[in-house]
């Protein structure tokens, strides 16, 4: 088993510019998680979602947006890119409700120049 | 003033010294966890914990939830257990987590 991919590893992107993180798991979870990560602070959740076709804001929603069209695949979508969105990205899933139960992906480094 | 802090910061010890991280949170929670992260980025949940200690190999986890404290141990630390070690608190319906910033362990051979 894959568990939890996340796609890309690394990215660079201009100010304005979009893109879309991909994050794939294969263990039929129905939570899933979008988090930022940044130097001195703790993860922070940026949206989250119960089941397929359902999303919710998290406690960093601003700036981006999310979709879970299918089980197994929850995108994070940034429409303008901007300086302080320079991070390093997480996803998750999880059987249950409990997010520190869930299993995480290896990140991705996000770098808005 | 963070809802959740962890001390140290930073520790750096030899192996086979035993470790102790520790936790404190200033809110009502449902249960704490504790979590590592390796140099690589990778995440991965240790213990889930609401009341008393919980034992997984060299890992201890303890939590008082009177004094709203908890701590990570490790016994007979080894390199291999060089990581950033992350409390988090559950709480509310949604049960959404706040997280500690972290403790980064070093363990010098």
């Known amino acids: 088993n894959a568990g939890v991919t996340q796609t890309p590893k690394f990215r660079v992107l201009k100010t304005g510019q979009s893109m879309t993180l991909l994050c794939a798991q294969d263990?039929?979870?129905?939570?899933m998680y979008w988090y930022r990560q940044d130097p001195g602070m703790g993860l922070r959740l940026i949206h989250y979602?119960?089941?397929?076709?359902?999303?919710a804001k998290g406690e960093v929603p601003d700036g981006y947006n999310v979709s879970r069209l299918k089980k197994q695949n929850f995108l994070l979508g940034l429409e303008s890119a901007a300086p302080s969105q320079t991070s390093v990205y997480f996803c998750?899933?999880?059987?249950?409700?409990?997010?520190?139960?869930?299993?995480f992906g290896q990140g991705t480094r996000l770098t808005v120049v | 003033k963070n809802e959740v802090e962890q001390s140290p910061q930073n520790l750096t010890a030899q192996e086979g010294e035993f470790i102790t991280i520790n936790c404190s949170y200033s809110?009502?929670?449902?249960?704490l966890h504790w979590l590592q992260q390796h140099p690589g980025g990778g995440i991965v949940s240790l213990f889930m914990?609401?009341?008393?200690?919980k034992k997984h190999g060299r890992l201890i986890a303890t939590i008082n939830i009177q004094e709203k404290h908890s701590s990570l141990h490790i016994t007979a630390s080894h390199p291999r257990d060089s990581a950033v070690y992350i409390c988090?608190?559950?709480?509310?319906?949604?049960?959404?987590?706040?997280w500690g910033a972290g403790t980064k362990l070093i363990i010098k051979p």
């Open positions: 998750a899933s999880s059987y249950t409700r409990f997010q520190g139960e869930a299993f």
């Open positions: 263990m039929n979870h129905e939570y």
């Open positions: 979602s119960v089941g397929e076709g359902t999303t």
């Open positions: 809110v009502g929670i449902s249960a």
């Open positions: 914990l609401s009341s008393g200690k």
């Open positions: 988090a608190v559950g709480r509310g319906s949604n049960y959404q987590l706040i």
